[in-house]
């Protein structure tokens, strides 16, 4: 399907969709931003287009506030997955900016995925979900939404201003405003769903207020950040969710002088790891899977990454010894990638904050001797 134009991926879409039947569509897991507006972006092309309708349905939750905020204004009912009674007959789906098969979406028996628009590279790693009838992936592209878009727009749909501001804003920070890449797609969707959007609901997003709990897990990140060369790292012993790892990734990455971060956190059951690098051609998404392999689910793009790894059962040192293992195999990786800089980086580890870890700002200032495995790992 590769060289279709949007409007011959439409028909084709059109051919495939089930004419009475009511389709899921179904985003990845803890939706972000650029999945919810796709998925939003699909519903209306789905009704108006096709006639077709559709229930957008989810697992994880969202939690990050400005993303709370863009749920409150979402005219659009999202369904909980797990709140919903399984369905007689399978139901299609349509899964968005993820693929079937790579452990980032869930998709339970009574749902049959028909097709999939997504934007991240060929998941690899033998993860390779089933064949589906229609499918629309451009790895090129920076924001699943802008894939939606095209479509939208060759099918002659204009969204509600709602829905441009949120397509707007999954564009804003799936491309982290266009310095994160962002191809001629990206740049034409924008400028044409811009003057579409509630800039005052666009605004109201990005400065939804903040959780007392959001600034405590903020400060506990900074407490344990440390610094090796050019890559900053930081662990949470703990977190109530799971949107606040890549945030706290995003935030290290903007220090200056640190071309590679990452946040690791226990949630629950899980191991989740976020990477991030300001340079191209970084790899991320090949780099997390090299680092986590068989161990769990791990991909993403070139410059942003994530990995979830299942630790059902195991017990505080075994967790200990996994953190430890997963930290030291993505810093090995980094530290190779970062070598090419000028001032290449030594390996030995400082915190990030003054004062933090118990260090004076003076002794913070400096290089540490190169430190054992224990004392490299942050206090809790
Ligand atoms: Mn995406």
């Known amino acids: 399907m590769d060289n279709l134009s949007a409007t011959e991926r439409l028909e084709a879409l059109g051919r495939i969709l089930p004419p009475r039947a009511r389709v899921a569509i179904v985003p990845h897991d803890y939706p972000d931003p650029d999945a919810l507006a796709s998925a939003g972006g699909l519903h209306l092309m789905l009704e108006r287009r096709f006639g077709v309708h559709s229930r957008i349905v ?9 993303n709370r905020e863009m749920v409150r204004h979402f005219r659009y009912r999202l369904w909980d997955l797990a709140a919903l009674r399984p369905a007689r007959r399978r139901v299609p789906a349509v899964v968005v900016d993820v693929r079937p098969g790579t452990g980032k979406v869930t998709l339970p028996d009574w749902m049959r995925p028909i097709a999939v628009v997504d934007h991240h590279p060929d998941p690899g790693g033998g993860r390779r979900g089933p064949a589906l ?8 592209v920076g924001a699943c939404t802008s894939i939606v878009y095209d479509l939208m727009a060759a099918a002659g749909l204009t969204p509600p201003t709602w829905l441009a501001a949120c397509m707007v804003y999954a564009i804003e920070t799936e491309t982290m405003d266009f310095t994160r890449g962002g191809s001629a797609l990206d740049r034409a969707a924008y400028l044409a769903l811009l003057p579409q959007a509630s800039l005052r609901l666009l605004g109201l997003i990005k400065h939804a207020p903040l959780p007392a709990a959001y600034f405590s897990l903020l400060q506990q990140a900074i407490a344990n950040a440390r610094l090796y060369g050019r890559v900053a790292w930081s662990h949470l012993p703990e977190v109530p969710h799971a949107d606040i790892v890549p945030e706290i990734a995003d935030r290290l990455a903007r220090l200056e002088r640190v ?9 629950r059951d899980q191991l989740l790891v976020s990477i991030r690098s300001n340079r191209r051609n970084a790899a991320c998404g090949a780099l997390i899977r090299a680092a986590v392999g068989l ?10 990454a994530a990995a979830a790894i299942p630790v059902p059962g195991l017990d505080a040192p075994a967790r200990q010894e996994l953190l430890e293992s997963v930290r030291s195999a993505l810093l090995r990786r980094m530290e190779r990638r970062t070598r090419g800089i000028k001032r290449a980086p030594d390996m030995r580890s400082r915190p990030l904050a003054a004062g933090a870890a118990g260090l004076t700002a003076e002794s ?10 224990a004392q490299e790992t942050p206090s809790p």
């Open 295 to 304: 161990r769990g689910s791990a991909g993403g793009h070139d410059r942003l």
């Open 259 to 267: 071309s590679h971060a990452f946040c690791t956190a226990f949630h």
């Open 364 to 373: 913070a200032s400096r290089s540490e001797p190169p430190a054992g495995r």
């Open 58 to 66: 989810y697992s994880g939750a969202v939690e990050r506030a400005e």
């Open 133 to 140: 009838e229609w499918s629309d992936v451009r790895p090129s």
